[in-house]
């Protein structure tokens, strides 16, 4: 299973918003709406931060949202704050192996 | 209070066999599919396998399909993953991880455990 793509690396000031890219094929991302974000800080268990595209978890800010167009989701940032400051992975159901694949992660600095 | 407990890395040779558990507590385990997710030191998430809530259904990555079986006991609350013909390339951080929905799949998972490093290398 091939990994979703992702930038390595994105960075914001606080306050600002960000956009995490994360692009697939037509077997994973564009095909199903089974895509969702995790967080990981250094050292700890990844956080489900949206699934189903656009949901969040309960307890999960509104700050973060997520979207979906074409073979490409997105994961949105607002109000940037120095706790965000992490690694995020998408995720993908993928039809060509009947189960998950993940992106390669971007690091988010909060500068 | 949903806790995942991963025990059973460690230190093994090229070609040897790990057995990894993963102690549930805090919710219905038998209603919940359950999966194990790997990272390499420095690398990103690697889905690895997800069994059923009933073990029906189990799936696994190219990369441990006919070296790594999954496992389940609901009566003990437990998973498994039993790993042969271990690789330098398996090396990783092994986490285990529940599945969002009830009694079904959503291919999210929720509650993860802290992990357990399994290093192969002779």
């Known amino acids: 299973q091939s990994a979703l793509t992702q930038p390595a690396s994105v960075s914001g000031s606080p306050g600002q918003s960000i956009t995490i890219s994360c692009t697939g094929t037509s077997s994973d991302v564009g095909g199903y709406n089974y895509v969702s974000w995790y967080q990981q800080h250094p050292g700890k268990a990844p956080k489900l931060m949206i699934y189903?595209?656009?949901n969040r978890p309960s307890g999960v800010s509104n700050r973060f949202s997520g979207s979906k167009s074409g073979n490409t989701a997105s994961l949105t940032i607002s109000g940037l704050q120095a706790e965000d400051e992490a690694d995020y992975y998408c995720?993908?159901?993928?039809?060509?192996?009947?189960?998950?694949?993940f992106g390669g992660g971007t690091k988010l600095t909060v500068l | 209070e949903v806790q995942l407990v991963e025990s059973g890395g460690g230190l093994v040779k090229p070609g040897g066999s790990l057995r990894l558990s993963c102690a549930a507590s805090?919710?219905?385990?038998?209603?919940?599919?359950m999966n194990w997710v790997r990272q390499a030191p420095g690398k990103g998430l690697e889905w690895v396998s997800s069994?059923?809530?009933?073990?029906?259904?189990?799936y696994y990555a190219d990369s441990v399909k006919g070296r790594f079986t999954i496992s389940r006991d609901n009566a003990k609350n437990s998973l498994y993953l039993q790993m042969n013909s271990l690789r330098a390339e398996d090396t990783a951080v092994y986490y285990c991880?529940?599945?969002?929905?009830?009694?079904?799949?959503?291919?999210?998972?929720?509650?993860w455990g802290q992990g357990t490093l399994v290093t192969v290398s002779s």
């Open positions: 991880a529940r599945d969002l929905a009830v009694a079904g799949t959503s291919y999210y998972f929720d509650y």
């Open positions: 805090g919710f219905t385990f038998s209603s919940y599919s």
């Open positions: 069994i059923s809530s009933s073990s029906s259904y189990i």
């Open positions: 995720s993908s159901y993928t039809s060509s192996s009947t189960s998950v694949v």
């Open positions: 189903d595209v656009s």
